[in-house]
């Protein structure tokens, strides 16, 4: 594992300094465990950002098992597999999501894109540079665990919000992926509880990784709040919509907003739109609208 973040680092220090992905913001979700809405918490930000007017990409970065566009209710025609092949442009391969979200999508099932090698994380860091001038923030939904495209992704974005729930399972793969990105300090990790049956039980399962980490890791992740249980969740995951807009009132969509607002503060420079060139709709209730990128209603 050295050898990988040794390697990865590398290739991005390769970037002039100070440039990531262009000139946008970026945060990349993660998880140490599958299965603890990495996805959810991602595509709920992105469209929080996109209302809020920020001109929004969300890329799937889960690149063998992909399902953000299963999670927004979209039919991508492209994906970054044909980005990467020299099929499609990454321009063309950009799509219009839930209220003015741009949506890159991944392939599913494709094991060369779940193991791509420094080669092909090199194609795809410079095609994410050239195309992040287009927006104002990237949000990067990772692969759970500890794999080498999610510490590209990691490293690319300088941002992490590691996800997690209160089970003691999800307590100890969280704590691995922290370590593991702990070993490069240009990284800012964020945590979120989500799933949480109260604020106690939140802050109780931050508590204990903030414990651990501090004791053997020297570096204590920031705390930016937690998402409750919610029935509404559930139901909007099998309505293939974001919560905060099929329920927007509900526990988890008010908590999410909360969230975003700590992660992401209201910027007062951002211009309302868009990316650049780009034709994007609003989806709100599974119908189709125009959309500036304003807030939907």
């Not at 025609?77 to 799509?95: N, T």
Request: glycine letters at 12%; charged letters at 20%; proline letters at 4%.
């Amino acid at each position: 594992m050295s050898d990988q973040a040794s390697g990865l680092r590398s290739l991005i220090d390769r970037r002039p300094s100070g440039v990531r992905l262009g000139n946008a913001q970026a945060v990349a979700v993660a998880s140490g465990k599958g299965g603890v809405g990495k996805t959810f918490m991602a595509a709920n930000l992105a469209v929080l950002a996109a209302r809020a007017g920020r001109r929004v990409l969300l890329i799937d970065g889960d690149l063998g098992l992909a399902n953000v566009d299963v999670a927004l209710g979209l039919r991508c025609q492209h994906s970054i597999g044909e980005v990467l092949r020299g099929e499609v442009s990454l321009a063309r391969a950009i799509e219009p999501g839930p209220c003015g979200v741009s949506v890159l999508a991944a392939g599913s099932g494709a094991e060369w894109l779940a193991h791509l090698d420094v080669g092909g994380l090199a194609v795809l860091q410079s095609e994410l540079t050239n195309i992040g001038t287009a927006f104002d923030l990237i949000v990067i939904d990772c692969a759970a665990g500890i794999g080498r495209n999610v510490l590209f992704f990691a490293k690319v974005a300088g941002r992490v919000l590691l996800t997690l729930t209160p089970e003691p399972t999800a307590l100890a793969d969280a704590y691995a992926l922290l370590k593991t990105l702990a070993a490069d300090r240009s990284i800012d990790v964020q945590v979120v509880v989500n799933q949480a049956l109260s604020t106690s039980d939140a802050r109780n399962a931050y508590g204990r990784l903030r414990a651990v980490s501090g004791r053997f890791l020297a570096k204590e992740p920031c705390y930016v709040g937690h998402v409750p249980r919610d029935e509404d969740v559930r139901r909007s995951v099998r309505a293939r919509q974001p919560v905060v807009t099929y329920s927007s009132d509900s526990r988890a969509a008010c908590a999410l907003d909360g969230i975003f607002r700590a992660l992401l503060p209201p910027r007062a420079s951002i211009a309302l739109g868009g990316a650049r060139g780009l034709a994007i709709p609003c989806v709100v209730g599974g119908a189709m609208a125009s959309s500036s990128g304003a807030e939907a209603r």
